[in-house]
T-cell receptor, first 111, second 112 residues
Framework: KQEVTQIPAALSVPEGENLVLNCSFT??????LQWFRQDPGKGLTSLLL?????REQTSGRLNASLDKSSGRSTLYIAASQPGDSATYLC??????????FGAGTRLFVKA | DAGITQSPRYKITETGRQVTLMCHQT?????MFWYRQDLGHGLRLIYY???????DKGEVPDGYVVSRSKTENFPLTLESATRSQTSVYFC???????????FGQGTRLTVV
C-alpha cells in the first residue's frame, strides 16, 4: 500500500530564506507526482506536476524534483515571501487514478 | 469562467438526512473526482468518474453515491448522513490520466 509522508509537518522561516519541503513515498511505481498549495478555508491550487519520466519541473521561484528510485520529491522555494505562507501538499498518482496525498507541510514565512 | 464550482460552500444537516453536494465544471474534462479532507487522514478519494455514465469507487466510498449523467456535473449524495461524514469535501477534474488536477473551493459539511 502506497504511503506518502511529508516532512516537516510545519515550518517557520524568515522572509527571503530559501527552503525545501520534502515528500517521500513507499511505492515507486507511480504515474506522476503533483505539488499543491492550500490556503486556509480554500481549495487546492496546483503548483507543479512531474511525470514519472521527468526529474524536475520549475515555475518561477518554485522547483520540484523527483527521484523515483529513492521514493523522494522535494519542493524548493527560493526567496520566500509572506504570501507563500500556506499548506503544501504532495500527491502521488497511480494507475486508475488512485492518487495518494501526503498530510502536508504548513509553511509560515515571517515578514 | 469559473472552471470548477462546488455548492453549497457550507452545509449543516442532521443525522439520517440525505444530502447532495454539487460539482460543476466548465472545461469539459473527462475525469472528475470527489475527495474528503479530514485532520489526521489528509485527502482521501471517495469516487471518481472517467466520463459521463462511468463511475468507480475510490478509497472510502461507503455511505456515498455518485452519478454523472452529463460531463459537466458530478453530484455526490450522502444517502443517510452520519456524524463520521462531517468533513470538507473537494471536487476535482482532470483531462486524462497523468495530467494536472484542478480542485474546487470545497464544501464544509457538518452532520449533527
Amino acid at each position: 500500500k502506497q504511503e506518502v509522508t511529508q516532512i516537516p509537518a510545519a515550518l517557520s522561516v524568515p522572509e527571503g530564506e530559501n527552503l525545501v519541503l520534502n515528500c517521500s513515498f513507499t511505492d515507486s511505481a507511480i504515474y506522476n507526482l503533483q505539488w499543491f498549495r492550500q490556503d486556509p478555508g480554500k481549495g487546492l491550487t496546483s503548483l507543479l506536476l512531474i511525470q514519472s519520466s521527468q526529474r524536475e519541473q520549475t515555475s518561477g521561484r518554485l522547483n520540484a524534483s523527483l527521484d523515483k528510485s529513492s521514493g523522494r520529491s522535494t519542493l524548493y522555494i527560493a526567496a520566500s515571501q509572506p504570501g507563500d505562507s500556506a499548506t503544501y501538499l504532495c500527491a502521488v498518482g497511480h494507475g486508475g487514478f488512485k492518487t495518494i496525498f501526503g498530510a502536508g507541510t504548513r509553511l509560515f514565512v515571517k515578514a | 469562467d469559473a472552471g470548477i464550482t462546488q455548492s453549497p460552500r457550507y452545509k449543516i444537516t442532521e443525522t439520517g438526512r440525505q444530502v447532495t453536494l454539487m460539482c460543476h465544471q466548465t472545461w469539459s474534462h473527462s475525469y472528475m473526482f470527489w475527495y474528503r479532507q479530514d485532520l489526521g487522514h489528509g485527502l482521501r478519494l471517495i469516487y471518481y468518474s472517467a466520463a459521463a455514465d462511468i463511475t468507480d469507487k475510490g478509497e472510502v466510498p461507503d455511505g456515498y453515491v455518485v452519478s454523472r449523467s452529463k460531463t459537466e456535473n458530478f453530484p455526490l449524495t450522502l444517502e443517510s448522513a452520519t456524524r463520521s461524514q462531517t468533513s470538507v469535501y473537494f471536487c476535482a477534474t482532470g483531462g486524462e490520466v497523468g495530467t494536472e488536477a484542478f480542485f474546487g473551493q470545497g464544501t464544509r459539511l457538518t452532520v449533527v
